[in-house]
């Protein structure tokens, strides 16, 4: 896992609202990393768990916290939450990964 992560290097992630349906289940699995706005979508937050009320907001995913993500990212029924590395900006989880 730890040489996983040292390849991945750092890494963001970032929700497609105008895809988002609202269920929640990324709330669920990581409550740290995504919450529902009072518009009834989902939305990341910040480091310091604020509510990044912006769309495709992006937000830091701790490596603790990376499976959680992932496993949001699989689960997400609007196939709508995207990770990708920081430094390229290559998605690698998500839709668009390969
Ligand atoms: S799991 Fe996907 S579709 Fe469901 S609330 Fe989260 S981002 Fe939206």
Redesign the pocket.
């Known amino acids: 896992m730890t040489v996983q992560n040292e390849e991945l290097g750092d890494l963001e992630v970032w929700?497609d609202q105008d895809?988002?349906?609202?269920?929640?289940?990324?709330?669920q699995y990581a409550p740290e990393i995504?919450e529902?706005d009072i518009d009834g979508?989902?939305y990341v937050k910040s480091a310091d768990d604020e509510l990044l009320q912006d769309q495709g907001a992006t937000t830091r995913v701790p490596l603790p916290l990376l499976t959680e993500v992932v496993d949001?990212v699989k689960?997400?029924?609007?196939e709508?939450?995207h990770v990708r590395r920081v430094s390229d900006r290559v998605e690698v989880y998500g839709p668009d990964a390969e």
């Open positions: 929700i895809l988002c349906t609202g269920d929640g289940i990324c709330a995504f529902l979508l989902a949001s689960e997400c029924p609007g709508c939450i």
